[in-house]
């Protein structure tokens, strides 16, 4: 459909409702944080309410027009990524918070309110919302939900799909639903609320949700630990387990210190370089965490550590940790966001090292992860001479291996980051046959005529 001809179509069956053509936004509103694939919107529209929502997908459906929800665009899968001229919805509007319930500990919030706002809001009330990550100054709520994004301390809080207590969506039928509608507990047949939570924008589009907040946890420090080895992680992660009330146990390498000190300028947190860190969050015991320091250096698992002294240095010494995405945006990374069980990651961990050591001798690879949940992220960083396609073909190739492995340990190709299009050719890795024709039945049900994020996930 050419320019002309879809501006006519938009401002009659779509009257009042914002939009726009422009370059600029039709790059901005259709890519996420991903770089494999050029943008190709048609349209931006900018809906202000559940209705005008529900008359773009009846319009979509009409035409037989792919349609993609779109939120802070922090994704790594190309979850949504416009490739084939489709209409991007921006939920940049749906950003209000409201209804907040101080009896019920509960708020709804627009689906465009960032996940930031959201904390912030909680901090005010004197509560809490614990769903914390890198990208949480920009990050969409909607997105989070639909991709049941975890974070750093889903060790001690659990994952986004723990905290939503309802929502509103439309359905790539057109259909509002309104799922749950804050109930704790409510066994009246099947719970549709969960099909949404990590659909990826595959069966409808979320506009409202409502969320529980939680009481704030008792003051928490920070100890960073330097460690002498891969195996050592997880020896230190059952030691701090034992001792302290963990809220996260995060993991990098030393290639991933470099690239944040150089990055951003920072020091080196230590006198030297160490092979492996963790950063462990905690409820404040200070004679606790010295035992678990001095264990793990008798144990020569721990070679030096630091514990926060005030916010200030706790802040400071998260940003080692939360500064490692930023700091390799622009190799244009590839990304393996990965998970096994808690108990297997030690000898998952060995054999992928090997795997990395002999299939990528040429690239540069940053390990970081959030150990205490089993979840871990590779990222291999383009070198500045190959372009990205190449880059991109080989690590296809090398995922064979990757994920070859993961099947082996009844992992999972995407831990928190979704499928999208990114890890959509290796969905068999971490799910049957069985389970694939199952999703693609369930898309069909949602959305019969194929309008809602099309190709992304399941065809």
């Known amino acids: 459909m050419q320019a002309d001809e879809l501006s006519s179509l938009l401002e009659t069956e779509l009257p009042g409702l914002a939009w726009s053509m422009q370059a600029s936004d039709l790059i901005k509103f259709g890519q996420d944080w991903t770089r494999f694939h050029e943008p190709q919107a048609a349209v931006v529209l900018f809906p202000n309410n559940a209705e005008e929502v529900q008359k773009i997908i009846q319009v979509a459906n009409q035409h037989q027009q792919v349609v993609i929800p779109s939120g802070g665009r922090t994704g ?167 001792s302290l009330i963990l809220s996260s146990f995060e993991f990098f390498s030393d290639r991933s210190l470099n690239r944040v000190m150089q990055h951003r300028g920072f020091d080196n947190p230590f006198d030297e370089l160490h092979p492996f860190y963790v950063l462990l969050e905690f409820d404040e015991d200070e004679a606790a965490a010295m035992q678990v320091f001095e264990s793990g250096i008798e144990a020569a698992w721990v070679t030096d550590g630091i514990i926060a002294q005030s916010i200030d240095q706790a802040q400071q010494l998260w940003q080692y940790r939360e500064g490692i995405s930023e700091s390799i945006a622009h190799f244009t990374p590839y990304k393996n966001d990965i998970s096994v069980k808690i108990s297997k990651v030690p000898e998952f961990m060995q054999q992928l090292e090997d795997i990395l050591v002999a299939e990528y001798p040429a690239f540069e690879t940053i390990w970081f992860g959030h150990i205490g949940d089993g979840n871990l992220h590779l990222n291999i960083l383009k070198p500045e001479t190959m372009d990205t396609d190449t880059f991109k073909q080989q690590c296809e190739v090398v995922n064979q291996h990757v994920y070859g492995l993961i099947a082996e340990f009844a992992g999972s190709i995407s831990a928190e980051h979704g499928v999208g299009l990114i890890k959509k050719p290796f969905l068999a890795y971490s799910k049957s046959a069985a389970e694939i024709h199952l999703m693609q039945q369930v898309k069909h049900v949602f959305d019969p005529n194929g309008v809602l994020n099309k190709g992304k996930v399941v065809d």
């Open 76 to 242: 790594y899968s190309a979850g949504a990524v416009a490739t084939q001229g489709e209409w991007i919805i921006s939920m940049v509007r749906f950003n209000q918070i409201s209804n907040f319930n101080p009896i019920d500990l509960t708020v709804t919030v627009g689906a465009g309110v960032i996940t930031e706002q959201l904390q912030s809001f909680a901090e005010e009330q004197g509560l809490f919302y614990p769903v914390d990550f890198a990208s949480a100054g920009s990050s969409h709520i909607a997105g989070n939900i639909a991709t049941n994004a975890g974070g750093i301390r889903v060790l001690r809080y659990g994952l986004t799909r723990d905290y939503v207590l309802g929502l509103t969506v439309v359905t790539g039928a057109g259909e509002v639903l309104q799922l749950n509608k804050g109930l704790v507990k409510n066994a009246s047949g099947l719970d549709f609320r969960h099909l949404f939570i990590g659909s990826e924008g595959i069966l409808g589009v979320v506009v409202a949700a409502e969320i529980k907040l939680i009481q704030k946890p008792p003051t928490q420090a920070v100890m960073l630990l330097a460690l002498t080895s891969l195996e050592a992680v997880m020896s230190v992660f059952a030691l701090a387990r034992k």
